[in-house]
T-cell receptor, first 111, second 114 residues
Framework: GEDVEQSLFLSVREGDSSVINCTYT??????LYWYKQEPGAGLQLLTY?????DMKQDQRLTVLLNKKDKHLSLRIADTQTGDSAIYFC???????????FGKGTKLSVIP | IAGITQAPTSQILAAGRRMTLRCTQD?????MYWYRQDLGLGLRLIHY???????GKGEVPDGYSVSRANTDDFPLTLASAVPSQTSVYFC?????????????FGSGTRLTVV
């Protein structure tokens, strides 16, 4: 079945780069997403990548997709304290017609 | 409104009581979803609706029911609340006809069953 795995915690120093990793199992995935959840709030879509792309860059965010290994990563350059949040990876599989979410990675930024 | 509105924001509920969590969207999205979020378990899908008039069960549907009488509203009902239903509940919607299937989420309802 479909599964999305992420490490649960990541801690970085302010100004460093953060890399959050995700693996998925559904080879038919068409879109892959990164969501951000700040404390006490709902999930906000950060960025997404179509499965025929290897990389997508959006300001401080870089998404890398290795479709062969079913590995997705989110790099945040110059990490700020405001980036402290939980980051969810999600895949859209053509067979399920729904998003499958990972359990989320809690990013803590140390000033 | 812009997006998804959930109500109430938070609620303390006595066990055994009936409760309806409200969800309204103004984006004319065809699909809507209810998730619960619990520490260490991530988001778990309770029920979903691909279009008005249809609903389906997710990963954890027991103890919950939904209806989708129109495009905009997707209420979630707990018929007889139990303490294990203490959680944060999120409603979401998506426009699957657009090709990008990303979800828009509400701000959540924090429910405590005592």
């Amino acid at each position: 079945g479909e599964d999305v795995e992420q490490s649960l915690f990541l801690s970085v120093r302010e100004g460093d780069s953060s890399v959050i990793n995700c693996t998925y199992t559904d080879s038919s995935s068409t879109y892959l997403y990164w969501y951000k959840q700040e404390p006490g709030a709902g999930l906000q879509l950060l960025t997404y990548i179509f499965s025929n792309m290897d990389m997508k860059q959006d300001q401080r965010l870089t998404v890398l997709l290795n479709k062969k290994d079913k590995h997705l990563s989110l790099r945040i350059a110059d990490t700020q304290t405001g980036d402290s949040a939980i980051y969810f990876c999600a895949e859209y599989g053509a067979g399920s017609y729904q998003l499958t979410f990972g359990k989320g990675t809690k990013l803590s930024v140390i000033p | 409104i812009a997006g998804i509105t959930q109500a109430p924001t938070s609620q303390i509920l006595a066990a055994g009581r009936r409760m309806t969590l409200r969800c309204t969207q103004d984006m004319r999205h065809n699909a809507m979803y209810w998730y619960r979020q619990d520490l260490g378990l991530g988001l778990r899908l309770i029920h979903y609706s691909n279009t008005a008039g249809t609903t389906g069960k997710g990963e954890v549907p027991d103890g919950y029911s939904v209806s989708r009488a129109n495009t905009d509203d997707f209420p979630l009902t707990l018929a007889s609340a139990v303490p294990s239903q203490t959680s944060v509940y999120f409603c979401a919607s998506s426009d699957s006809g657009r090709g990008n299937y990303g979800y828009t989420f509400g701000s959540g309802t924090r429910l405590t069953v005592v």
